[in-house]
């Protein structure tokens, strides 16, 4: 069963004050990672999808980076507009190759 | 690109009461998806929909849940003798062949 395990639950940041968030993944055959954001009351919006070990993806202050176990992304100097909980999910190869298995997600407060 | 949109964005029903959801995906996407997500969990897939055709339901899906895509357009989820653990976001996304999923904003149900 393919499972995806994000740290932290939740993060406060300065504002300026760069960071990571994790995403560990246990899947069979990795299709694609992405990488989603979601504000409250909203549903999640796309940001990136990595394909392959050591790909690496930039969009203003984010990059989202993959290894063979895990993703990362990071942020950049954040502003208090990145406050967001972050979604990762993974698509399997295969059978049910359209689901995408989420994780719990990390929320982000940056504090100016 | 107007987005995915769902209808209604709230409802509030009584326990054995039946609902419907409706999801307008974005024109050119032949692929439609519903999700479910509580609070502090991730999106949790449904069933998916090519064209008309569902193609796969998850076994989270009880036989109280209904989805239709006639047409290959709209598409609505219907759930009969609603129970209070119905209480959740229900999110629709669309997308293309390997293209990534773009959600709606969801619609919010409460069970009382």
């Known amino acids: ?112 | 690109d107007t987005g995915v949109s769902q209808d209604p964005r709230h409802k509030i029903t009584k326990r054995g009461q039946n609902v419907t959801f409706r999801c307008d995906p974005i024109s050119e996407h032949n692929r439609l998806y519903w999700y479910r997500q509580t609070l502090g969990q991730g999106p949790e897939f449904l069933t998916y929909f090519q064209n008309e055709a569902q193609l796969e339901k998850s076994r989270l899906l009880s036989d109280r849940f209904s989805a239709e895509r006639p047409k290959g357009s709209f598409s609505t989820l219907e759930i009969q003798r609603t129970e209070q653990g119905d209480s959740a976001m229900y999110l629709c996304a669309s997308s293309q062949r390997h293209s990534p999923l773009h959600f709606g904003n969801g619609t919010r149900l409460t069970v009382t």
Not at chain 1, 53 to 79: Q, V
Request: proline share 5%; hydrophobic share 30%; aromatic share 10%.
């Open chain 1, 1 to 112: 069963e393919d499972q995806v395990t994000q740290s932290p639950e939740a993060l406060r940041l300065q504002e300026g004050e760069s960071s990571s968030l994790n995403c560990s993944y246990t899947v069979s055959g990795l299709r694609g990672l992405f990488w989603y954001r979601q504000d409250p009351g909203k549903g999640p919006e796309f940001l990136f999808t990595l394909y392959s070990a050591g790909e690496e993806k930039e969009k203003e202050r984010l990059k989202a980076t993959l290894t063979k176990k895990e993703s990362f992304l990071h942020i950049t100097a954040p502003k208090p507009e990145d406050s967001a909980t972050y979604l990762c999910a993974v698509q399997a190869i295969g059978a049910g190759s359209y689901q995408l298995t989420f994780g719990k997600g990390t929320k982000l407060s940056v504090i100016p």
